[in-house]
């Protein structure tokens, strides 16, 4: 109910800027929002119907590792704010964060989710690993979605492409500084929010 009420208010909030200023500005982080709620989708899936068979829960994995990056990916629309805009900046940034925040959730969730369902077949160092690097992975996804403006969608349209500009970094780390940087800050941003909320455990109520 929770993020079905944030999805909304982000949907509402950009329809009213819509509307107030007659721009279509910020009507793509809808699109980006939806992108951010397809690896929830799957890894609830995996948690509704309990799969257990190797092979389509390898397939679920692989097509979650692929759409991952969707959710954190918001986050860097902070770009578009402007001081001068059709709006007032302090309704863009609540808008913009609004979306952030909530794709971010829908993310975090996907990923506990994910955690959850290893470790019934790994061991607890073993997930851990795969968790932090999971993170990393999506962080490099970010900056080839932000930054070489590729897509999830590219590894069916244009697999070679993607490889090339992929295994260009790998192969000549040192000729793109902002790509590892940006990994790498944004890797391990992601790993301490996560982290944060995993380990904040709410105190009980006494009831008197």
């Known amino acids: 109910m929770l993020l079905i009420a944030m ?10 800027r819509y509307l107030i200023t007659d ?5 793509f982080l809808n699109w980006n929002l939806f992108l951010a709620i397809i690896p929830w989708t799957i890894s609830s899936l995996m948690v509704v119907y309990e799969l257990n068979k190797k092979l389509p829960l390898i397939l ?13 990916y918001i986050l860097t629309d902070l770009f578009h704010l402007k001081l001068k805009g059709s709006a007032p900046i302090w ?8 979306f952030a925040w909530t794709g971010l ?5 996907s990923l506990m989710d994910i955690e ?18 999971f993170i990393f992975l999506a962080s490099f996804g970010i900056y080839l979605g932000r930054y070489l403006r590729w ?40 790993n301490m929010i996560y ?14």
């Open 116 to 133: 959850k369902h290893l470790s019934t077949y790994l061991n607890r160092k073993l997930t851990s690993t795969l968790i932090i690097s």
């Open 151 to 190: 897509n999830s969608w590219d590894i069916i349209s244009n697999p070679l492409g993607l490889a090339g500009d992929i295994m260009d970094r790998f192969m000549h780390p040192l000729s793109h500084p902002r790509t590892w940087g940006m990994t790498l800050l944004m890797g391990i941003l992601l």
């Open 7 to 16: 999805t909304l208010f982000c949907m509402a909030i950009s329809i009213t």
């Open 195 to 208: 982290f944060s909320i995993k380990f904040i455990k709410p105190n009980p109520v006494e009831i008197k």
């Open 60 to 72: 679920l994995i692989i097509s979650w590792i692929l759409f991952f990056p969707n959710s954190p």
């Open 23 to 27: 721009t279509k500005v910020f009507l």
């Open 91 to 98: 309704f863009d940034l609540v808008l913009i964060l609004s």
């Open 105 to 109: 959730v829908y993310g975090l969730i």
